[in-house]
């Protein structure tokens, strides 16, 4: 499978390719050893720069760690935006964004490692990734899909449980990972077993198509 790059920049000048560089720098290293234990100056040394240019272009490491991780959460919430918002159910929409999400990151593994070090390591990704979800929640509550107030409780349950997908994805277990996940998050949200279940299966079905497709 050939590696995608997050859009790190929207300029072909000098100056966006040499933030570009830095930035490519910082997922992979990133992805490798974990956000904390990446420095400034390797990110900069792997780009191929003096240490000092860092600092031209971001003012510290947590600038570049907000740029990267926004990054590629944004890809992925673009790679499956037009299928997620197709679907009229809220439910659906949560079913399929948790397997989408999960997938992806198991198809982009710099991606995915990635993530599972911020989850831990950058708050801010939370919200980054919450955003969508919050969107899909409260209109399957106003369907009366769900039960369960929409919570800061329930948001970081359901991030937890993305994570888990993620790690036990990317150690191997097979993709039915990402539908038990999803069947989790709705019984989180009040959701009986069985339409649980009924809902992830669809989902499933969907989230594996498009993966397929997007990667073929």
Request: proline content about 2%; glycine content about 6%; overall charge positive.
């Amino acid at each position: 499978m050939r590696e995608r790059s997050p859009r790190l920049s929207s300029d072909a000048g000098k100056r966006a390719r040499t933030r570009a560089r830095l930035t490519e720098a910082a997922l992979r290293l990133m992805s490798e050893r974990g956000i904390s234990a990446t420095s400034v100056s390797e990110i900069a040394a792997a780009a191929e720069l003096a240490n000092g240019t860092f600092y031209l272009y971001f003012r510290d490491k947590s600038e570049i760690v907000a740029v990267v991780c926004r990054a590629v959460t944004q890809a992925m919430h673009d790679d499956m935006s037009s299928t997620r918002l197709s679907l009229d159910d809220g439910a659906a929409r949560v079913a399929y964004g948790t397997q989408q999400f999960i997938e992806i990151a198991a198809a982009e593994p710099v991606w995915g490692r990635l993530l599972v070090s911020a989850f831990t390591e950058f708050e801010a990704i939370k919200e980054d990734i919450a955003h969508y979800m919050r969107l899909d929640v409260a209109l399957g509550i106003e369907q009366g899909r769900f039960s369960e107030p929409l919570d800061e409780f329930v948001i970081d349950a359901h991030l937890a449980i993305l994570r888990a997908g993620v790690v036990a994805r990317l150690a191997g277990a097979g993709p039915d990972v990402s539908a038990r996940a999803a069947e989790y998050q709705l019984r989180i949200l009040g959701m009986n077993v069985k339409e649980a279940k009924r809902v992830r299966g669809s989902d499933k079905r969907r989230a594996a198509s498009t993966t397929t497709s997007r990667l073929g």
